[in-house]
């Protein structure tokens, strides 16, 4: 079982950037496809980001588009996702997770490792 752990959180103003990390302590990505989710609490848990490494496909959640990039390290042990131009509605608890099988997919429910999650706060 890969123990994925969160990193990068804290308090930015809104219109700076942040960059969250993911690390894999038990294996690299390579076979699984990885995402970011977050969730406010008294919400449910929203898509962000996801990316195949073994081909480098990635796909965003509408609210993200354009402003952050999810991607990996050399070494495909590490998850980064690069959030730019942060608005205050994208505070939440990011959460990194992991599924295997084929195809990138935006719902939590297909994603059966979770990391405990790193907390962004973007004042106005």
């Known amino acids: 079982q890969a123990l994925l752990v969160e990193s990068g959180g804290g308090l930015v103003q809104a219109g700076g950037s942040m960059r969250l990390s993911c690390v894999n302590s038990?294996?690299?990505?390579?076979?699984?496809?990885v995402g970011w989710f977050r969730q406010v609490p008294g919400q449910s848990r929203e898509f962000v980001a996801a990316?195949?490494?073994?081909?480098?496909?990635?796909l965003y959640g509408d609210s993200v588009k354009g402003r952050f990039t999810i991607s990996g390290g050399d070494r495909k042990t590490t998850l980064y996702l690069q959030m730019n131009n942060l608005k205050p509605e994208d505070t939440a608890t990011y959460y990194c997770?992991?599924?295997?099988?084929?195809?990138?997919?935006?719902?939590?429910?297909?994603?059966?490792?979770w990391g405990r999650g790193t907390q962004v706060t973007v004042s106005s």
């Open positions: 997770a992991a599924r295997r099988g084929m195809g990138l997919n935006p719902v939590s429910d297909t994603y059966a490792i």
């Open positions: 038990e294996r690299s990505f390579l076979g699984v496809i």
């Open positions: 990316i195949d490494f073994s081909d480098g496909r990635t």
